[in-house]
T-cell receptor
């Protein structure tokens, strides 16, 4: 069964460092997303991406965040200068379309900023 | 924006018991999904159910979109059912695929 794959599963980084979280969406999907879950809280939307453009971003997704689809298979989230409060589980998701369709989530990357 | 509320927030069951988890939402939706977050933090798709009823083994779900709620039924619960259950909705006016999650129901099944 096709699945969304995220790497790494865990990342520890020092405050102020840049991190790149990687995702391989399901191959025939056209819409890609990043979500965040701070420990013990609900899952929050960060950004949606379609046709090499951001289609929507949340207030959380400020200038320190960026997304990219560098090739035909990968989708990345870059955090430029990490802060302690960026520590969270980050989920990548993908879907065939943007409305009446099921979204599939990766297993998550647990980011710890120290 | 659309509000998503799940109840109860916490639930403790004895193995073998049945349970019903509820998800209420404040506006029309194009999509509703139920997820199970396991102890390792992974989000497992349970159901894609914008309307109607579906069953998968011991789990079933019903969404009544006109009344703005969805129910997740767990029958004959097992310890492996423990974890957090989230519902997530796609607002009817959204054209970006953005899912709004509820705060979750934390289920503990005791042996």
């Amino acid at each position: 069964e096709p699945e969304v794959t995220q790497t790494p599963s865990h990342q520890v980084t020092q405050m102020g460092q840049e991190v790149i979280l990687r995702c391989v969406p399901i191959s025939n999907h056209l819409y890609f997303y990043w979500y965040r879950q701070i420990l013990g809280q609900k899952v929050e939307f960060l950004v949606s991406f379609y046709n090499n453009e951001i289609s929507e971003k949340s207030e959380i997704f400020d200038d320190q965040f960026s997304v990219e689809r560098p090739d035909g298979s990968n989708f990345t989230l870059k955090i430029r200068s990490t802060k302690l409060e960026d520590s969270a589980m980050y989920f990548c998701a993908s879907s065939v379309e943007d409305r009446v369709t099921e979204a599939f989530f990766g297993q998550g990357t647990r980011l710890t900023v120290v | 924006g659309i509000q998503v509320e799940q109840s109860p927030p916490d639930l403790i069951l004895q193995e073998g018991a049945n349970s019903t988890l509820r998800c209420n939402f404040s506006d029309s939706v194009n999509n509703l999904q139920w997820f199970h977050q396991n102890p390792w933090g992974q989000l497992i798709n349970l159901f894609y159910i914008p309307s109607g009823t579906k069953q998968n083994g011991r789990l079933s779900a019903t969404t009544v979109a006109t009344e703005r709620y969805s129910l997740l039924y767990i029958s004959s619960s097992q310890t492996t059912d423990s974890g957090v259950y989230f519902c997530a909705v796609l607002h009817g006016s959204s054209n970006t695929g953005k899912l709004i999650f509820g705060q979750g129901t934390t289920l503990q099944v005791k042996p």
